[in-house]
Nanobody, 120 residues
Framework: QVQLVESGGGLVQAGGSLRLSCAASARTVSTYAMGWFRQAPGKEREFVSAINWSGTMYADSVKGRFTISRDYVKNTVYLQMNSLKPEDTAVYYC???????????????WGQGTQVTVSS
């Protein structure tokens, strides 16, 4: 059973930056697709970014501000978030799946989430 553990969330002012990390319990980061999703209070979970063997993809709302990357040695995926806005406030979830993409149903494993709060 793969376990995903997110870290790096916190409180930041608008315009600031945070880097989220997602550590996988098995050596799967290099062979599986990894995704980041977020869920704000009262809203459905939404796609943020993903990375697989063919490249990266981003939601339009974060394109140009967020960058996804992975470290094969550390078996960790990162989400660098710059120019943060109050509307980025949400719980951010790391996920892992065989195919990936922007649909949550394509990911079989999920982390527990990390809170990101952006103040105005």
């Amino acid at each position: 059973q793969v376990q995903l553990v997110e870290s790096g969330g916190g409180l930041v002012q608008a315009g600031g930056s945070l880097r989220l990390s997602c550590a996988a319990s098995a050596r799967t980061v290099s062979t599986y697709a990894m995704g980041w999703f977020r869920q704000a209070p009262g809203k459905e979970r939404e796609f943020v970014s993903a990375i697989n063997w063919s490249g990266t993809m981003y939601a339009d709302s974060v394109k140009g501000r967020f960058t996804i990357s992975r470290d094969y040695v550390k078996n960790t995926v990162y989400l660098q978030m710059n120019s943060l806005k109050p509307e980025d406030t949400a719980v951010y979830y790391c996920s892992m799946g065989a195919v990936g993409g922007n649909l949550a149903g394509r990911y079989a494993y999920w982390g527990q989430g990390t809170q990101v709060t952006v103040s105005s």
